[in-house]
């Protein structure tokens, strides 16, 4: 039986000897007829990592290397694409009308801007600092004298009884009768 060749584009080159494959395939869909793209990802066995992140290349099935290596890599098709993206820089603590009015001077369309706001850095608000603990010398010399007010407050309090109250000391409830149904 041959084996199954495949060219599809590295998506990952990070395992060692190992690059995973994103391969795409169009199909009809069954029901709308639309051409729709599937994919799939392989990984492959590159011996001596040659091949790099964006890069067309060919595969071909192999007895298993591993768990979930089954390909290995045959040859490069393309080199990896450049990726289309424009980078603007922009003050992050520009405000938008300084921002507007800094587009506008380079642009040349204002001549002279009517105000330009400066961006200024806000203040830096920094946490509260906790209060230190006390020395330990302190401490040791106020706990004695805690200790010693509170016998000296339940000294101070005249002592008060307190008087149990028995079913016979509390008033009796009126009996409250239910209506006879009728």
Do not use: F
Request: proline letters at 9%.
């Amino acid at each position: 039986m041959p084996k199954r060749v495949l060219s599809g584009t590295v998506v990952s080159d990070k395992p060692e000897k190992t690059v995973v494959v994103r391969v795409e395939r169009r199909v009809k869909h069954p029901l709308y007829g639309k051409i729709i793209r599937l994919s799939k990802k392989y990984h492959a066995h590159d011996e001596g990592n040659v091949y790099r992140l964006g890069e067309q290349v060919r595969i071909e099935e192999c007895a298993p290397l591993s768990k979930k290596k089954n390909w290995t890599v045959l040859d490069r098709i393309g080199a990896a694409r450049p990726a289309d993206i424009a980078i603007v820089e922009t003050a992050a603590a520009e405000t938008p009308k300084a921002a507007a009015n800094r587009i506008e001077a380079e642009a040349g369309k204002a001549e002279t801007p009517a105000k330009v706001e400066k961006a200024e850095p806000k203040p830096v608000v920094e946490a509260k600092a906790e209060k230190p603990a006390k020395p330990v010398k302190e401490a040791e010399a106020e706990t004695p004298a805690k200790a010693e007010k509170k016998p000296a407050q339940k000294a101070d309090k005249p002592a008060e009884k307190k008087i149990a109250k028995t079913a016979k000391d509390k008033p009796a409830k009126a009996a409250k009768s239910k209506p006879a149904k009728a």
